[in-house]
């Protein structure tokens, strides 16, 4: 019998439960770990995306780099492409030289080489003319100039990563200016039809 003024407290009715059973802790395991790995795919998504659009911008840097360099210094520059290898570079021809004059390797000044984020590759190039550069030999390079007086011809860069998804530079051949599409961006070939001011 309790005094007066004091309390009793209800007995454990439950004290032989003391923590989770195997099954419910193997059934939480079962859902983290589902869920890790919903996340885990849905991460290696954005990382993928992320390195095509990292190496889109870092070549656009490099391809406006050859653009100021080659109106700035009055000298001639190049970039080069190695579509087997995935990678770039830019070049710069002598003061001698013109940009339709063979020049051997030796006479030219290199920057190293820059890859695609790994995953990346080149699908093809598209030139101004409609011309497609795609799976050269193995062992060559493409080389696009730049002319000191601004761009010498437009092209469109067609970048691909391993799950299909597409990226293109488009470079302009008035203005030089470079454009981002996130798919596959045929080039706008200029017509006869476009200098019609009738």
């Known amino acids: 019998m309790a005094l007066p ?3 009793r407290l209800a007995p454990d009715l439950d004290r032989g439960r003391g923590g989770f059973t195997l099954i419910e802790l193997l059934l939480v395991i079962v859902v983290v770990g589902m869920l890790v790995g919903f996340g885990a795919v849905n991460l290696d998504g954005i990382t993928q ?3 095509l659009k990292a190496s889109a911008r870092r070549l656009a ?6 653009q100021d360099q ?6 001639y520059h190049s970039i080069e492409f190695d ?8 070049l710069q021809f002598p003061e001698w030289a013109t940009p339709d004059q063979d020049v051997a390797d030796d006479d030219l000044q290199f920057l190293s080489w820059n890859n695609l984020e790994h995953g990346v590759r080149f699908e093809d ?3 101004d003319d409609g011309d497609v550069i795609e799976d050269p ?3 060559s390079t493409y080389r696009v100039g730049f002319d000191i007086a601004g761009p010498r011809y437009g092209y469109v860069l067609h970048l691909i990563d391993q799950r299909g998804e597409r990226f293109s530079l488009e470079i302009n051949g008035l203005t030089g200016l470079v454009n981002f599409y996130d798919y596959y961006r045929e080039i706008d070939q200029v017509t ?3 200098f019609d001011f009738n």
């Open 192 to 194: 006869e039809d476009d």
């Open 137 to 139: 030999p193995t062992g």
């Open 125 to 127: 190039i598209t030139e």
């Open 70 to 75: 080659s109106i700035v210094s009055g000298i």
């Open 49 to 51: 995306s992320s390195r």
């Open 5 to 7: 003024g004091t309390f």
């Open 83 to 90: 579509m087997n290898l995935h990678r770039y570079r830019l």
């Open 61 to 66: 840097s490099t391809i406006r780099l050859g």
